[in-house]
Nanobody, 124 residues
Framework: QVQLVESGGGLVQAGGSLRLSCAAS????????MGWFRQSPGKEREFVAA????????YYTDSVKGRFTISRDNAKNTVYLQMNSLKPEDTALYYC?????????????????WGQGTLVTVSS
């Protein structure tokens, strides 16, 4: 099973940008679809974005379309989430997730493996 470690969170003003990274261990990283989820205080965890194992297919929740971009570098066992035009409502703990099946990430919003999360705070 792949193990995931997120980084790149922090405090940013509204309208700013951050790039989250998720480093994965294990030689099977390139066979996993990868995703990002987030959870705000008092709310359920929600799906943000997902990418297929080759990177050819991506999915986003409506609220981040046009602002966030998910990408991956299989040579570095890393997946990224570039977040632009950040809004206060993007404030959350962001989790990296991995699953052999992209549809499980993008459709039923679950995963085989999860990271510990990285906190993103957007001030107004």
């Amino acid at each position: 099973q792949v193990q995931l470690v997120e980084s790149g969170g922090g405090l940013v003003q509204a309208g700013g940008s951050l790039r989250l990274s998720c480093a994965a261990s294990g030689r099977t990283f390139s066979t996993y679809a990868m995703g990002w989820f987030r959870q705000s205080p008092g709310k359920e965890r929600e799906f943000v974005a997902a990418i297929s194992w080759k990177g050819g297919s991506t999915y986003y929740t409506d609220s981040v379309k046009g602002r966030f971009t998910i990408s991956r570098d299989n040579a570095k066992n890393t997946v990224y989430l570039q977040m632009n035009s950040l809004k206060p409502e993007d404030t959350a703990l962001y989790y990296c997730a991995a699953d052999p099946a992209l549809w499980r990430l993008s459709t039923i919003k679950t995963a085989n493996a999860w990271g510990q999360g990285t906190l993103v705070t957007v001030s107004s």
